[in-house]
């Protein structure tokens, strides 16, 4: 037998998804190890080779034929900023690009942060001022040399900066994407004095217009490349010894999978790569049940994240910010909370008023109800008050909470303080938490023109299924799906990924462009995007490419991604006038019926490529569906709190491994699996469809 397996390391938990070649998946979990990452990755693929009754982790691995990986490696190295000592190479007189940004303050905060702009400072620099250097040099925007590296002077830089003790340099130097000759010869200067120092060239990780941009991006890459690269490694080391021979895949955030080695040079395309997968895992699924308008909502321990999928198309974000700066390396579109079941309930000193994060307990210590040293109430130990969880059946009995604990901080810290039951309290972190979680949503659609009613919703990450019933309901949302691997479900997009490349350059043409120009655009583009998927083992039958342009009107600031249609290989000027058509559409739909001005003409800003080798995917045990009674599935009853009777009610507990597809039944009621807890509310029914997704219908 052999095995595909998924890997996702999240802040509290590692998430292991294992496919076997009947289709049968089977799920394994465990606590995130942050002090050894890879770690808590054994421990949760140890986890899954029990489920699926081998001796042992060795066992799966040396009968493994392709393996996947995502880390918040990336990610926690920016919020903790614990990345490499970084210095920044720049052209003589543009120093101080990373600090001036675009003058910005209020990019990549929240309304509540914005509202007190006068009181704010820019983030505090990746890189030092001290740490960054300038060497006389000069191109110009079409790539002619005007002023020549100066070598000499260039070595004395990199010596000082390496005299610094800078274990990782970016180099970011003006109009390198047009002519990258003096980038490369710094890059080699730097090799020859310390050929152990990580460099990022931004005329490689992000050859794109927008000095800052790519200054930003280019040092991002520089500060946790060493990080990413030092724990892959190591990674494939500990992999090797259990017996997987072969390179795993990793995961980034434009929804692919990279190799080894390209995932460590560009370091900056994992960052947020985790809820990427989970949302390529969303479209596998929706694909699969014929959804394709979803709504993809995850809700770990420590976050909540929302993505959007319609017409079978993931939503991504060219331009995305992060840690408040603009970044230059594509990824999918997620918005992000800090809701999740480690959230901690607090009472703001000013107002007097009850809070709900965005501050979490984290993997360590985590709620109180884990026993791990906890003090603060959070939304578990709400959850757990108000009967939701099962004290002695959390992660399928592996781990038994405490609910005298939870119940106890909850009354000290929250309800003796606003002089209400301890029931009202957890009710009230409850119900603060959906409301967050539906403002989000809103944000994700209202906001931006789409009508929730008409997306399904899918619950996954391990506290999602407990809230979604409610948060779908106040958006008025009639079908939320909890996918079978729900809690693991950012595992399972990654063995449902391709491998994928993105490549870009940017490019001036008004339009209408020449035809030429485009075909030249495109040229180089593909050429690369061939030889790196043949490298990787794909014949031609194996590849495909999806190209894209980014437009925008004559004089405006933003633009917008045009792609063509799929399978365009030799684009004509048919191809063309289609696809300023498509621009004027997809930018009435952004902006608002009326907002397009054609008569201001158009030009594109930026070739983009996305090059596939696709890769076989999971074929997933459908089962017939059969008309079962919901009572074989019944462990018991258990008193559960419902806003509906605002009191706790007998209601009855049932075991997911003892469901059966087709099994239906009606709420209220819990659903207990070996990963997550499904609430099923008052009104509200649950079916089993045959991939053994629980389907909440919404009364």
């Known amino acids: 037998m052999e095995y595909i397996v998924g890997v996702d390391i999240g802040g509290t938990f590692t998430d292991c998804v294992v496919v076997d070649e009947s289709g049968t998946v089977v799920l394994g979990k465990a606590l995130s190890t942050p002090k050894d990452f890879s770690a808590g990755a054994i421990n949760a693929i140890r986890d899954a080779a029990q489920s699926a009754g081998l001796r042992s982790e060795d066992e799966l691995l040396s009968s493994t034929k392709v393996f996947f990986h995502a880390c918040t490696i990336a990610d926690n190295t920016l919020i903790t900023r614990s990345g490499a000592k970084t210095g920044l190479i720049a052209t003589r007189g543009f120093g101080d690009t990373l600090l001036m940004m675009r003058g910005k303050v209020t990019e990549g905060l929240t309304e509540t942060e914005a509202a007190h702009v006068s009181a704010l400072s820019k983030p505090e620099p990746f890189v030092p001022r001290a740490f960054t250097e300038e060497v006389t040099e000069r191109i110009d925007y079409k790539g002619t040399v005007l002023v020549k590296l100066n070598q000499a002077e260039a070595r004395k830089i990199l010596k000082r900066l390496i005299d610094k003790g800078v274990d990782s340099v970016a180099i970011a130097l003006l109009w390198s994407i047009s002519n990258d000759t003096h980038e490369r010869l710094l890059a080699e200067l730097v090799k020859e004095i310390d050929p152990a120092v990580f460099l990022s060239l931004s005329s490689q990780v992000a050859p794109f217009l927008g000095e800052y941009e790519r200054t930003a991006t280019t040092v991002f890459n520089a500060y946790v490349g060493p990080k990413i690269s030092s724990y892959l490694r190591n990674l494939q080391k500990v992999l090797k010894t259990k017996g997987f021979k072969r390179e795993p895949l990793i995961m980034q955030a434009y929804g692919g999978v990279l190799g080894m080695e390209a995932s460590c040079r560009n370091a900056v395309g994992t960052i947020e790569s985790g809820p990427a997968a989970g949302v390529v895992g969303t479209k596998f699924l929706g694909d699969l049940i014929g959804e394709a308008?979803?709504?993809?909502?995850?809700?770990?321990?420590?976050?909540?994240?929302?993505?959007?999928?319609?017409?079978?198309?993931?939503?991504?974000?060219?331009?995305?910010?992060?840690?408040?700066y603009n970044i230059l390396s594509p990824k999918i579109w997620v918005e992000s909370i800090g809701a999740g079941g480690g959230s901690i309930a607090w009472i703001e000193s000013e107002t007097g008023l009850l809070k709900v994060g965005p501050q979490g307990a984290g993997a360590n210590p985590g709620p109180v109800c884990y026993g791990s040293g906890g003090t603060e109430p959070t939304v578990s130990d709400a959850d757990l008050a108000l009967g939701y969880l099962n004290e002695d059946f959390f992660l399928g009995g592996r781990m038994k909470l405490d609910k005298e604990a939870a119940c106890r901080a909850i009354e000290e810290k929250v309800a003796e303080p606003l002089e209400m039951s301890p029931v009202e309290a957890a009710s009230g972190i409850y119900r603060i938490a959906n409301s967050h979680m539906s403002d989000l949503i809103r944000k994700?659609?209202?906001?931006?023109?789409?009508?929730?009613?008409?997306?399904?919703?899918?619950?996954?990450?391990?506290?999602?299924?407990?809230?979604?019933?409610?948060?779908?309901?106040?958006?008025?949302?009639k079908q939320v799906v909890v996918p079978l691997t729900a809690s693991v479900h950012g595992a399972t997009g990654l063995i449902s990924s391709d491998v994928v490349y993105e490549y870009g350059k940017s490019e001036h043409l008004l339009v209408p462009a020449e035809l030429q120009r485009i075909h030249a655009g495109f040229a180089g583009l593909r050429e690369r995007a061939m030889a790196d998927l043949r490298a990787a083992g794909f014949e031609k039958r194996d590849i495909q490419i999806l190209m894209s342009v980014d437009i925008r009107y004559r004089y405006q600031v933003h633009e917008l991604n045009v792609p063509f249609p799929a399978g365009t290989s030799e684009i004509t000027e048919k191809d063309m006038e289609g696809l300023y058509t498509r621009f004027d559409e997809l930018y009435e739909k952004a902006y608002g019926a009326g907002s397009g001005y054609s008569e201001a003409g158009k030009e594109i800003l930026t070739f983009r490529l996305i090059a596939t080798g696709t890769l076989r995917k999971p074929q997933i045990k459908n089962y017939p569906l059969e008309k079962i009674d919901s009572v074989e599935a019944l462990k018991g009853k258990r008193d559960v709190y419902f806003e509906e009777e605002r009191d706790f009610i007998a209601t009855r507990i049932y075991d997911f491994d003892r469901m059966k597809p087709g099994v239906e039944l009606a709420g209220p009621a819990v659903i207990e699996t070996p990963v997550t807890t499904i609430l099923v509310n008052p009104r509200d029914r649950a079916v089993m469809d045959g991939f053994r997704n629980v389907k909440l219908l919404i009364g």
């Open 444 to 477: 994700a659609t209202v906001e931006r023109g789409y009508d929730p009613r008409s997306f399904t919703l899918f619950a996954f990450g391990g506290a999602a299924p407990m809230h979604a019933g409610r948060y779908a309901a106040e958006l008025g949302i």
């Open 293 to 324: 308008n979803v709504l993809a909502t995850d809700m770990g321990g420590t976050t909540f994240k929302v993505s959007v999928i319609r017409g079978g198309t993931i939503e991504k974000d060219y331009k995305p910010v992060f840690m408040r």
